[in-house]
């Protein structure tokens, strides 16, 4: 049985061409990039190259990119690590910063806010409505003269939704020269501190294959992704830091990455990673949308034509086009979930990366879905591999599967 | 040209046999160790061989090994992880914890601990002798009442200086049974609370290719490892932490690795980590030791033979097989270095993970020799693919190398 993958929102296959491009670097060209030798220079190339790959992507300069082990420690070191350099400097010893997050990012981000929630940071997390888009107005209320960091993510791995980043990079970006022009205006004598700055971190992590992440166009001071996710490697990710963002380490030792992020450079990881970022070029990525897009529809029509009672959780004019996240009411989710693995069809409930936990999806909870419906949601996610002969299967496979699965449950009122 | 490894330390080239392994997770079985379905099985069941493997080496159980990118962030969590832990328990809160360490462990040992220290934990930094090796009455005196973490590597980096990790936990052992004991003995009025038991953690990242890192047998409590040192990855590395041992996560989101380490399991790092690690055993181990151990007395008989005003700087009574740490006086370790380089021939000065910088080894100069003779190092690393041709080479290439450099050296008294 071939089988089927239609859970990329957890993790993409390494595209054999980003393979290709790793392996020397395991057993020839396999030198500490630190290290002075040929060896260390031939391997210190490798990164610089994925380096420069990277940078073209984000439209930024080369030495803006911190390379991590992935997007966990990238969102880590960009809200604790930016927190950390702000309280190492005595000028801010009393103050009281204000964070900005939303009630659907991924944990990487609330955990670390929750923790400095605990440290007497003040937080402020953000609803979204029921597409799962933050609200732009309540976000452009929400930000106070103490707010030093906003963090949202470009789009939920969830249910797909789009953040509006750019329009809200633009409000910061209003806001932080407004603040400098009124402080610029008044005399030496009652000026006073020069205003603090309100920085804009973005979780891109799901975005990258999909969506502009043009640092510029964004107006971001920082941005994370991830390897894996973009048909590159596990273990490797990168942190954009714009110039002057301040930024502390979390990971102490060699002094790698501009001092940002010690530990010796995975050359290996950072080349895949760069690889497959080169290989997201606006052509490929509307070649990739409009193909995903046309699976994903094709999904979304099948199901919803040949199963009844089904919720579809994703706002299609506002997700990525991978993204089908259903609820098939009065079943579980996790049911679905493994009989279409004996079908051989990988899917996801709620989120992969809290997989194997009961509570219910923040996320869905967030956007006003009730605990019973988002136990039973069904997350498929597409990518660029999959084929119509793919979907046509899993729409010929799933309905039968609910419908034996409700006539198990005897609150299903069929 | 072709070209001679003698940089071992710094990393290793991995093992055809490791990659073999790792091959079919990248693009067969990719799926996310997290999921559910079949995929995420699958990744999950070759991480949890590459578990037992590690556990099976290090003499502990499955349970006891926390994956991390690599020794640098094993270090980190160790140290401020466990200090973390410590603080979080609120009958903790006024206590003033002290540290053990040595002046010479690795920056990703020495830097937490300065942090720790600038935020009010006592730190003990413990002394070497001229060869590099801590004195254990020294050690066995710095050890207090508020002592509640010890951490001293196996095997230092730089010159191979062998520390006597099982002496110490054994005597770390007495100290924690003692103190329990005289606890026991008090009437339950008179007791107070349970005596703070002391930890021991050992930096093992450039031990594991040659020496017992059975946990149970050096008595240790946390131990770290690097793939990239032992012919597996780079960006993948371990931490044993015995069970009951406190320790806080650093990295949070995903709640992977029994909550102490977030983030997407690297399953082909820890596969490739695994294998690697099950190359080691007992008689491959003796097998290379023996061989690598030749070839660097061969190397050592040589230079001496044919270079004057050389010291050997590497006690080898006292130290791994692999090192040859050596001063070449009155020439820049940098300059042999470089013109080894163009002969294809790659060794270190100091240390490679800090290379690039222009300060003087602490480790050399904690072991007594002086800032210009430490300027005067080169350290050659062996490996099990080195060869006596290789060695030969070596020797033949080196002697006119520092002798030309010595010419062009004023200083120099010849």
Not at 101 to 107: A, N
Not at 241 to 269: F, I, Y
């Amino acid at each position: 049985m071939k089988k089927i993958y239609l859970d990329h929102s957890a993790t993409t296959p390494v595209d054999p061409k980003v393979l290709k491009e790793m392996l020397p670097y395991f057993t020839q060209k396999f030198g500490n990039a630190s290290s002075i030798h040929g060896f260390g220079q031939e391997a210190l190339a490798g990164a610089d190259r994925a380096r420069e790959q990277v940078a073209n992507f984000l439209n930024c300069e080369t030495g803006e990119i911190v390379f991590t082990s992935g997007a966990t420690e990238s969102n880590n070191l960009a809200v604790r690590g930016f927190i950390k350099a702000l309280q190492k400097n005595k000028a801010n010893q009393n103050k009281k910063f204000h964070i900005i997050t939303s009630l659907v990012e991924h944990d990487a981000i609330l955990e670390p806010c929750m923790e400095l929630e605990k440290n007497g940071i003040e937080v402020t997390y953000l609803p979204v409505k029921s597409n799962g888009v933050v609200d732009i107005n309540k976000f452009e209320k929400s930000i106070k003269d103490n707010t030093v960091l906003i963090s949202v993510m470009y789009v939920n791995s969830e249910v797909g939704s789009i953040q509006p980043i750019r329009e809200m990079g633009k409000i910061i970006k209003k806001i932080n020269e407004k603040r400098l022009k009124d402080w610029q205006r008044l005399s030496a004598k009652d000026r006073g501190e020069k205003p603090q700055k309100i920085y804009f971190h973005t979780d891109a992590t799901q975005a990258v294959n999909f969506l502009n992440c043009d640092t510029k166009y964004l107006h971001v001071d920082m941005l994370s992704l991830s390897g894996h996710k973009i048909y590159g490697p596990k273990g490797i990710g990168a942190l954009f830091v714009k110039n002057e963002t301040p930024l502390a380490a979390m990971q102490l030792g060699g002094h790698q990455e501009k001092n940002m992020r010690s530990g010796t450079l995975n050359v290996v990881g950072i080349v895949g990673l760069g690889k497959a970022i080169s290989m997201l070029d606006k052509k490929n990525v509307e070649k990739n949308n409009k193909k995903i897009a046309a699976l994903r529809d094709m999904l979304v029509l099948g199901i919803k034509k040949n199963i009844p009672d089904v919720v579809l959780n994703t706002d299609r004019a506002n997700a990525t086009p991978s993204h089908a996240h259903f609820s098939f009411l009065d079943v579980e989710g996790e049911s679905s979930l493994i009989s279409l693995d004996l079908e051989g069809i990988a899917v996801s409930t709620g989120s992969a990366c809290a997989s194997g936990s009961l509570k219910a999806s923040h996320v869905l909870l967030a956007m006003g879905i009730k605990v019973e419906v988002a136990h039973n949601s069904v997350r498929f996610t597409l990518g660029k591999n999959n084929t119509a002969e793919e979907i046509r299967k899993t729409i010929k496979v799933l309905p039968p599967i609910i419908k034996r699965l409700r006539e198990m449950n005897p609150l299903y009122k069929n």
